[in-house]
């Protein structure tokens, strides 16, 4: 199996194949057409969402996943995949636009935190009580 694999490897380096493959250039201006027909569908999408008053994301996370699916496949197409920042910039403008709200983190309701913290807390005060009861019940008196 190693011996085959290593006669293709040569086989493929002895003929030339692997340098006549050249990449061609990132072609910018289709990446940019192309991403532009995406952001339009994105962009609909997301006027129904209100993101003006509140954060979106978790009701729109598929509508950004097909965004993103859809901006990965333009820059494999057009070999701009790792080509400078292109991706990055059509998601900091997405991000600037349209999650903004999103970056504020709050504290959940007071009630939700005594739900979650105050079993916690019962159980501790509660767990030296019941061991010293139960090894010290279990001893006989002298």
């Known amino acids: 199996m190693v011996s085959t694999a290593s006669v293709f490897v040569l086989i493929f380096i ?3 194949i692997a340098a006549k ?3 061609p250039p990132c072609d910018q201006h289709m990446f940019h057409y192309g ?3 995406c952001l339009s569908d994105f962009n609909k999408s997301m006027e129904t969402s209100g993101y ?25 197409v ?18 600037k636009t349209y999650f903004r709200l999103c970056g504020r983190v709050q ?13 916690v807390v019962i159980a501790t005060l509660l767990l030296p009580v019941l061991c010293a009861n139960l090894t010290t019940s279990s ?4």
């Open 21 to 23: 493959f050249v990449v």
């Open 139 to 142: 001893t006989p008196t002298l």
């Open 78 to 95: 057009f070999w701009c995949n790792g080509h400078g920042f292109l991706k990055d910039t059509v998601f900091y403008e997405v991000h």
């Open 52 to 76: 003006r008053d509140h954060c979106p994301w978790p009701a729109e996370k598929g509508v950004y996943n097909k965004l993103m699916r859809c901006v990965d496949d333009l820059a494999i």
């Open 14 to 16: 002895w003929t030339g």
């Open 107 to 119: 504290d959940p309701p007071l009630t939700t935190l005594i739900l979650l913290i105050g079993p």
């Open 35 to 37: 991403v532009d027909r």
